[in-house]
């Protein structure tokens, strides 16, 4: 059984320029989770989705950010017009309705914004 | 609002020497979810235990164990018999029933040291 992936693992842009992240999650997980963590800090939530609906967005996630999940598999993370303070490690996890409540992460992207 | 405080930014000890990481958490949440999770550098968020509110039955598995305290609203980990491996972040988090958002603390760095 494969866990959560996520592509690339790192990523160095300059700063106004645009980026992508992909997270593939566990097979037949429905829920999947993006986070945020800043160096010397624990994980921060971003959005969850549910399927293909997105469910819920933190405050966190400016209008520069988007995320998708299409068609209730992989999802994308966007980043436009990056900032400094962008940088970071984008996480994502997954999880299956069960009484298991227990997500399930990947390696992270780590970000740096020049 | 949750919050979880892990104190101790970082500890150090001797290879083979027992280590108790602590963890206080706030919820107003009658039934939520404790998580335990380590960080070793390659990022990966690694999946250690979870424990429900209503099951305060400590665990043990292997060199690790968990002593929840509904009482004190503490869920500390204990490694017995440290080892090289065991050096990492290790972060606790913590779900209310019904809600996605995983809230992490800020993490305690471990270093074993040969």
């Known amino acids: 059984d494969t866990g959560v992936s996520q592509d690339p693992r790192h990523k160095i842009t300059k700063r106004g320029q645009n980026v992508t992240f992909r997270c593939d999650p566990i097979?037949?997980?429905?829920?999947l989770y993006w986070y945020r963590q800043t160096l010397g800090q624990g994980p921060e939530f971003l959005t969850y989705f549910q399927n293909e609906a997105q469910l819920e967005k933190s405050r966190l996630l400016s209008d520069r950010f988007s995320a998708e999940r299409p068609k209730g598999s992989f999802s994308t993370l966007e980043i436009q017009r990056t900032e400094q303070g962008d940088s970071a490690m984008y996480l994502c996890a997954s999880r299956i309705l069960d009484r298991q409540e227990t997500q399930y992460f990947g390696p992270g992207t780590r970000l740096l914004v020049l | 609002a949750q919050k979880v405080t892990q104190a101790q930014t970082e500890i150090s000890v001797v290879e083979k020497e027992d280590v108790t990481l602590d963890c206080v958490y706030e919820?107003?949440?009658?039934?939520?979810?404790l998580f335990w999770y380590k960080q070793p550098p390659s990022g990966e968020l690694v999946f250690l235990i979870r424990?429900?509110?209503?099951?305060?039955q400590n665990e043990i598995s292997g060199r690790y164990s968990w002593n929840f305290q509904k009482s004190t609203s503490s869920f500390n980990f204990t490694i017995t018999a440290s080892q090289v491996v065991d050096s990492a972040v290790y972060f606790c988090a913590l779900r209310g029933f019904g809600n996605e958002k995983l809230t992490f603390g800020t993490g305690t760095r471990l270093t074993i040291i040969p």
């Open positions: 097979s037949e997980h429905n829920r």
């Open positions: 424990r429900n509110s209503f099951d305060e």
């Open positions: 919820t107003r949440d009658t039934t939520y979810y």
